[in-house]
């Protein structure tokens, strides 16, 4: 199973972008949801996730710009990006902890989609 990311691309520094991640709703509905990043050079690191529940929880290098949202309709994730800096340029990937007894997840990952934010 893999998610479906999309909508990076190139924009100008202050600019903003959504990105859009598609799940099976068998996945989806008992997921924990996230957006990662990864720059050259660097490990992958959080961004942004939302709770099975609807609690969110962000880099403090995005608070305040970025926001992220299921619809729980559509089964999809978003990650609204504003006031982009060059720093948050990466490959964004989309992620799903898919709780299938108690604790015990599963991890799917989308195919990433570039971010470049120029200056």
């Known amino acids: 199973v893999q998610l479906q990311a999309s909508g990076g691309g190139l924009v100008q520094v202050g600019g903003s972008l959504r990105l859009s991640c598609a799940a099976p709703?068998?996945?989806?509905?008992?997921?924990?949801l996230g957006w990662y990043r990864q720059a050259p050079g660097k490990e992958r690191e959080l961004v942004a996730n939302?709770?099975?529940?609807?609690?969110?929880n962000y880099a403090d290098t995005v608070k305040g710009r970025f926001r992220i949202s299921r619809d729980n309709i559509k089964n999809t994730v978003d990650l609204q990006m504003n006031s982009l800096k060059p720093e948050d340029t990466a490959v964004y990937y989309c992620?799903?902890?898919?709780?299938?007894?108690?604790?015990?997840?599963?991890?799917?990952w989308g195919q990433g989609t570039k971010v470049t934010v120029s200056s």
């Open positions: 992620h799903a902890a898919h709780y299938y007894s108690g604790n015990n997840y599963d991890d799917y």
């Open positions: 709703g068998s996945i989806f509905k008992h997921s924990a």
């Open positions: 939302i709770s099975r529940d609807g609690k969110t």
